[in-house]
């Protein structure tokens, strides 16, 4: 299982058209809607045979072309996990780091955290994992490389 972009298990994985990293799928949709383009089935429809098993790095590394070739660099992003198993904790760092790198970004731009459901529904029950993210974009000035301030 790909949390992240990080391998936490091979005992279990997660069903999806993708490697099933619900993560790196989140943080990609949450860049695709701030920037007002769909989500990441517009990019990679499930019905494109070249996307069967893609991974959710190439994924998000496309989704980051996009984000910069509309003039835009991360601002900030967080993450939520939710899932009774795997914690989350043991992988943060790694997580974090690599969510970072994908976006041309910094660490201390990055939030990942884990929440369980307390045995209550299908998460709870270890038959699901959801994954929320929210980011703030910011343009980037001309020609400077630093953000403008003007939020999206």
């Known amino acids: 299982m790909f949390l992240g972009g990080v391998e936490v298990s091979r005992e279990r994985g997660l069903l999806g058209h993708s490697d099933g990293d619900v993560l790196l ?3 990609a949709d949450a860049i695709l809607g701030a920037l007002s383009r769909g989500d990441i089935g517009v990019i990679f429809p499930d019905t494109a045979p070249d996307v069967k098993g893609i991974s959710s790095v190439t994924i998000l590394k496309r989704t980051a072309e996009i984000m910069r070739e509309e003039g835009f660099v991360l601002g900030n992003l967080d993450c939520v996990v ?14 974090v ?8 970004s910094l660490p201390g ?3 990942v955290k884990g929440k369980t ?9 270890r038959l699901a994992i959801e994954a929320y993210a ?14 403008a301030g003007r939020n999206k």
Request: net charge negative.
């Open 25 to 27: 799928h989140a943080v």
């Open 109 to 111: 731009k990055v939030s």
């Open 97 to 104: 780091a690599l969510i970072a790198s994908l976006l041309f």
């Open 134 to 147: 929210v980011v703030t974009l910011v343009e980037e000035g001309p020609g400077t490389g630093f953000p």
């Open 117 to 125: 459901k307390e045995g209550i529904g299908e998460v709870g029950k």
């Open 82 to 95: 939710v899932a009774e198993e795997p914690k989350i904790a043991p992988h943060r760092e790694k997580i």
